[in-house]
């Protein structure tokens, strides 16, 4: 492991790469953005690591129990690997709010095993999310946030940016413009 932490690219799962649907409790909910495949791709294509950071706290809340999350994510590699994609680790934090623990976002938890355990650096990493806490959580780690405006994204921009104490480095229509501000500033 002496090889140097590579610089990757975070990304939320539900209103990033699927539709937000609020809690995920079936697998007949799950949507995959039409253009989530491509954009992936590209990033694959640039050697850049992908890896998904989630919040599921409907495992903890019982709404929906641990396997789902797992069949789901099994659902959504499919999906993208039809579209010529893949990405290189999912982490979701299962528990609750008021569990306290370290790896529900905007805790630092989950980026930092990520980070640990596939050898990446979070300086000049980027983090994609239409959740501004997300990126908020990236700018403390070093790293680089883009809001995009799928799910709660456009919201979020339009009735909360003025409370934000940095902006969102860029801000992106969807996950596929996200991909191509990404791949240019890391080639
Ligand atoms: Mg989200
Ligand atoms: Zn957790």
């Known amino acids: 492991m002496s090889d140097a932490p590579r610089r990757a690219v975070f990304l939320d799962r539900d209103g990033t790469i699927c539709e937000e649907m609020g809690y995920m409790n079936h697998i007949s909910r799950l949507r995959v953005f039409p253009f989530a495949a491509a954009a992936i791709r590209?990033?694959?294509?640039a050697g850049l690591p992908v890896v998904v950071l989630t919040n599921q706290s409907g495992v903890g809340r019982k709404y929906f129990?641990?396997?789902?999350?797992?069949?789901?994510?099994?659902k959504m590699a499919a999906e993208l690997a039809s579209g010529g994609a893949h990405v290189d680790a999912i982490?979701?934090?299962p528990h609750k709010g008021i569990d306290n623990c370290?790896?529900?976002?905007?805790?630092?938890?989950?980026l930092e095993r990520a980070a640990r355990e596939h050898n990446l650096a979070l300086e000049g990493s980027f983090f994609?999310?239409?959740?501004?806490?997300?990126?908020s959580m990236m700018y403390t780690a070093g790293g680089r946030g883009i809001l995009v405006l799928t799910g709660y994204g456009r919201g979020e921009y339009e009735w909360c940016r003025g409370e934000w104490p940095r902006q969102p480095d860029y801000v992106a229509e969807d996950l596929s413009v996200a991909a191509e501000i990404i791949t240019k500033e890391m080639a």
Do not use: Q, T
């Not at 590209?42 to 294509?45: P, V």
């Not at 994609?128 to 990126?135: F, G, Q, T």
């Open 42 to 45: 590209r990033m694959n294509e």
């Open 65 to 74: 129990p641990e396997s789902l999350v797992e069949v789901v994510h099994e």
């Open 91 to 93: 982490y979701y934090c």
């Open 102 to 110: 370290e790896c529900r976002k905007p805790r630092p938890g989950m």
């Open 128 to 135: 994609v999310s239409d959740r501004y806490e997300d990126l």
